[in-house]
């Protein structure tokens, strides 16, 4: 009896499906692809997990794990900005709510459903480069299905890997030294990948991370039984907003759910702001880099650093410039004085503690009000993509993890015969 296929991957430019797992189309390699699930209508499962949208992930099955969308009606922050109709997707640790990604951020909605998926396609080793979200939730997912993962961070993002569970022997940390930063790490990543056949998690090419993120918006259709007319994310990548417009097209094919799209509305932290300053001049890319010293010292200035990115996907067929146009949507550079009194004006009013990109989300969602993009009574999806951290350190025994490997410069790999000989 012939396996009904559950997903197919699409190149957005050339149209060609695959079955197997890839980040690249064989023939354009400025192409996202998408993945194209075989049940078109919006189903939802009895699991009171992310797993509840398997359908519409790429993993056809699941695994025990309490991390989800969580998704609500604003009780403070809507009123106090004059939105009638404001939800928040609250992906970080806040049990009350029902929100209980256990390592405080919407990466969690990555990792999950791109484990599980691996999982499925044979693939058990991956290497990823991170400034410590990314690291926390795939050093927790790797620990909870005992999968190996070779983690690299820069010296200075070492005390961000922490996980609230006893780490996996599976889970390897590779630290650069020399100040080095994040993109170093990804050099690295890229090197062992090369030389080891170790598969990356993929980034933004990773359709598995872009649909675990996208759940924050099906979960506002379960509930709701409608579309935002506005979602409202601080970025660095893009990969989120990507994520939430492709979710909302699946959730326009279904029919049920009207033909009007969320405009999205994408905020970046100055001074490092390469994708506002691209969309607002009606740039068809990017603009050139500075100097790397210049770099360093403007991620250094940042508020939330973790927003720093210099490669994102922004030019690349369905990237974030296709989906800014498809949505109409907008761009904000907001400063840390800005996040910061967004910050505490959106803890005062909901009654939870955010990390700092999600303060800059705040922020952008109060500039946009202000100018008069989103209306007093329209439907509003502000994503705040982490937050919760004092009571996950309250709840749980934290676990530092530790370097298995330190290294400095660019090391030279060629004496060693195997993946495993990098710890030994």
């Known amino acids: 009896m012939k396996q009904k296929i559950h997903s197919v991957l699409k190149c957005l430019k050339c149209g060609r499906e695959y079955n197997d797992h890839r980040l690249f189309c064989d023939d354009c390699k400025d192409a996202l692809l998408r993945t194209e699930y075989a049940v078109k209508e919006f189903r939802t499962g009895k699991e009171k997990n992310i797993f509840r949208f398997k359908t519409w992930l790429p993993a056809s099955e699941g695994h025990d794990t309490r991390i989800g969308p969580c998704v609500f009606p604003s009780e403070g922050f809507g009123r106090a900005l004059g939105l009638k109709k404001l939800h928040i997707a609250f992906s970080g640790y806040w049990p009350e709510r029902g929100a209980l990604n256990i390592t405080g951020t919407f990466k969690d909605h990555e990792a999950a459903p791109t484990m599980e998926y691996f999982r499925e396609k044979g693939i058990h080793d991956i290497v990823l480069s991170s400034v410590g979200n990314t690291a926390r939730a795939f050093g927790y997912a790797c620990s909870k299905l005992n999968m190996n993962c070779c983690i690299i961070v820069p010296d200075k993002m070492l005390e961000r890997l922490w996980l609230p569970c006893k780490p996996s022997a599976s889970v390897k940390v590779i630290v650069l030294q020399d100040s080095c930063d994040y993109a170093a790490a990804i050099k690295l990543g890229e090197k062992i990948r090369a030389q080891f056949n170790v598969m990356t998690e993929g980034g933004a090419r990773n359709v598995a991370r872009r649909d675990g993120m996208g759940t924050t918006v099906l979960e506002f259709a379960r509930l709701t039984a409608d579309m935002p ?189 195997s993946y495993e000989q990098l710890f030994n």
């Open 229 to 417: 007319e506005h979602y409202v994310q601080a970025i660095g990548s893009g990969t989120g907003g990507i994520a939430a417009y492709e979710a909302a097209i699946r959730l326009r094919q279904d029919g049920r759910f009207g033909e009007r799209l969320p405009c999205l509305h994408l905020v970046q932290n100055s001074p490092f702001t390469l994708i506002h300053e691209a969309w607002q001049s009606h740039s068809e890319t990017l603009p050139k880099p500075a100097s790397n010293s210049e770099e360093m010292q403007k991620v250094q200035t940042m508020y939330a650093d973790v927003l720093a990115n210099t490669t994102p996907p922004y030019a690349l067929v369905g990237g974030v410039r296709d989906s800014l146009k498809a949505t109409h949507g907008q761009t904000y550079a907001v400063t840390r004085e800005d996040a910061v009194k967004a910050k505490s004006e959106f803890e005062r009013k909901e009654g939870v503690s955010i990390n700092e990109p999600s303060a800059c989300a705040c922020a952008g969602l109060k500039q946009a009000v202000a100018a008069k993009k989103i209306r007093p009574d329209q439907i509003v999806l502000l994503h705040i993509t982490g937050g919760g951290y004092d009571r996950i350190h309250h709840d749980f025994k934290i676990h530092r993890l530790k370097p298995d490997r330190i290294i400095e410069g660019n090391p030279d790999f060629s004496s060693l015969r």
